[in-house]
């Protein structure tokens, strides 16, 4: 007889920290806002910058690779992040990583390209707000001024001595995108809301 389990839902790996991060959230009186963003879709991409492959990949997806390092260009809802001279990272709305690979193996066509879905390696956090950058820059050793780590650009760094990829969103009130791989995920949100802890008005949230 086969077997008729029904599937559980996918857990985010922060969903035990929802409530505490919005606590910290109401906490802070609009100094600083933390929440998890879970299940965007991540695609890594490599291919030859320099080749026919990226303009077509690029019109494939609506936007163009960025080719200056450390940049992020965005269309809509999807984001295209600079990780290497011939890396990118692509992220889009949750469940359409199938559609993002697709799309971007049948533009390179013949030309040699990496697609590898690693949707499911990281979760994203969310930092904005006034305060977002002084939070970040106890943990992180970039300089943040927003002369120096403007809107639309990312870097792979550490935050709190994790690895991370940050994204400056170009969005106004958008903040920032933490980039965490999910095993680290739950250190790093203990480690931003322990840091948080200054610009909140109300108890610490436990």
Same mark, same amino acid.
Not at 98 to 122: C, I, K, N, W
């Given at each position: 007889?086969?077997?008729?389990?029904?599937?559980?839902?996918?857990?985010?790996?922060?969903?035990?920290? *929802?409530?505490?991060?919005?606590?910290?959230?109401?906490?802070?009186?609009?100094? @600083?806002? &933390?929440? !998890?963003?879970?299940? +965007?879709?991540?695609?890594? @991409?490599?291919?030859? #910058?320099?080749?026919?492959?990226?303009?077509?990949?690029?019109?494939?997806?609506?936007?163009? +690779?960025?080719? !200056?390092?450390?940049? $992020?260009?965005?269309?809509?809802?999807?984001? *295209?992040?600079? &990780?290497?001279?011939?890396?990118?990272?692509?992220? /889009?709305?949750?469940?359409?990583?199938?559609?993002? !690979?697709?799309? @971007?193996?049948? *533009?390179?066509?013949?030309?040699?390209?990496? $697609? =590898?879905?690693?949707?499911?390696?990281?979760?994203?956090?969310? @930092?904005?707000?006034?305060? #977002?950058?002084?939070?970040?820059?106890?943990?992180?050793?970039?300089?943040?001024?927003?002369?120096? %780590? =403007?809107?639309?650009?990312?870097?792979? =760094?550490?935050?709190?001595?994790?690895?991370?990829?940050?994204?400056?969103?170009?969005?106004?009130?958008? /903040? %920032?995108?933490?980039?965490?791989?999910?095993?680290?995920?739950?250190?790093? =949100?203990?480690?931003?809301?322990?840091?948080?802890? !200054?610009?909140?008005?109300?108890?610490?949230?436990?």
């Amino acid at each position: 007889m086969a077997d008729t389990a029904l599937t559980a839902p996918p857990r985010s790996p922060l969903s035990h920290a *929802a409530a505490r991060l919005a606590a910290a959230t109401r906490a802070s009186g609009g100094a @600083v806002r &933390l929440a !998890e963003l879970p299940f +965007l879709a991540q695609v890594d @991409v490599r291919l030859n #910058a320099k080749g026919t492959a990226a303009d077509a990949v690029g019109l494939a997806l609506g936007l163009q +690779l960025p080719l !200056e390092p450390n940049t $992020v260009v965005r269309a809509g809802e999807s984001t *295209a992040l600079w &990780l290497g001279p011939d890396e990118w990272l692509l992220v /889009g709305p949750p469940g359409t990583q199938r559609d993002l !690979e697709a799309r @971007v193996r049948e *533009a390179a066509g013949d030309e040699p390209v990496s $697609v =590898t879905d690693v949707s499911a390696q990281r979760t994203t956090l969310l @930092v904005a707000g006034p305060r #977002a950058r002084d939070l970040l820059s106890h943990g992180c050793s970039l300089d943040l001024h927003p002369r120096a %780590f =403007t809107p639309g650009r990312c870097a792979q =760094t550490t935050l709190a001595r994790t690895q991370v990829v940050l994204i400056a969103r170009d969005e106004p009130g958008t /903040g %920032f995108w933490v980039l965490v791989r999910s095993s680290f995920a739950g250190y790093l =949100t203990d480690w931003l809301l322990d840091a948080a802890t !200054e610009y909140l008005h109300g108890p610490h949230p436990d």
